[in-house]
């Protein structure tokens, strides 16, 4: 049974006098409202989440996920061209230090500094584009994982 009050709609259990959540008084001589079950949804109607419904229609055009798979574009361009700016810049600063060793007379020390800055700077790139690149190839596997998954998860539907 439910509470008389339009407001509250409380459960009213048998012998009741006041609703259990506004304090309403129930009259034993007016009727008290039934219990209404919500309707029954039919089992052989599928619910969808709406996460789930762009996965798939993206899915079936063949590109899951268009943002990360440029982000993955991105990261590995990126990579490629800090590395070549690295170098550039140990090439620069090997070009500084044979300039200063050639006006201070003492080319040999500053000539091993410079192809010093030249290999560090080098290896920094080539470890930034190592990094860059293989976070960009991880989100590429993630993104062929979750092709996998989706397009299994459809072929269990239709079966």
């Not at 006098?17 to 009727?31: I, K, N, Q, Y």
């Not at 109607?45 to 996965?55: E, H, K, L, N």
């Not at 990579?79 to 810049?89: K, P, T, Y």
């Amino acid at each position: 049974m439910r509470c008389p009050n339009p407001d509250c709609d409380g459960d009213l259990r048998p012998g009741d006098r006041h609703c259990p959540l506004c304090g309403t008084a129930v009259d034993e001589a007016a009727p008290v409202q039934p219990a209404v079950a919500p309707p029954l949804v039919p089992a052989a109607t599928p619910r969808v989440s709406q996460q789930a419904v762009p996965r798939r229609a993206i899915s079936r055009e063949g590109e899951a996920y268009p943002a990360l798979r440029s982000l993955s574009a991105v990261l590995i361009k990126t990579g490629s061209a800090l590395r070549w700016v690295f170098i550039g810049a140990g090439v620069v600063l090997l070009f500084l230090h044979v300039m200063r060793g050639l006006n201070a007379g003492g080319l040999g020390t500053e000539l091993l500094l410079g192809a010093a800055g030249l290999g560090v700077c080098a290896i920094v790139g080539w470890l930034l584009w190592l990094a860059l690149a293989v976070h960009a190839e991880l989100l590429y596997l993630l993104l062929d994982v979750a092709n996998v998954f989706i397009s299994s998860q459809s072929s269990h539907r239709r079966q």
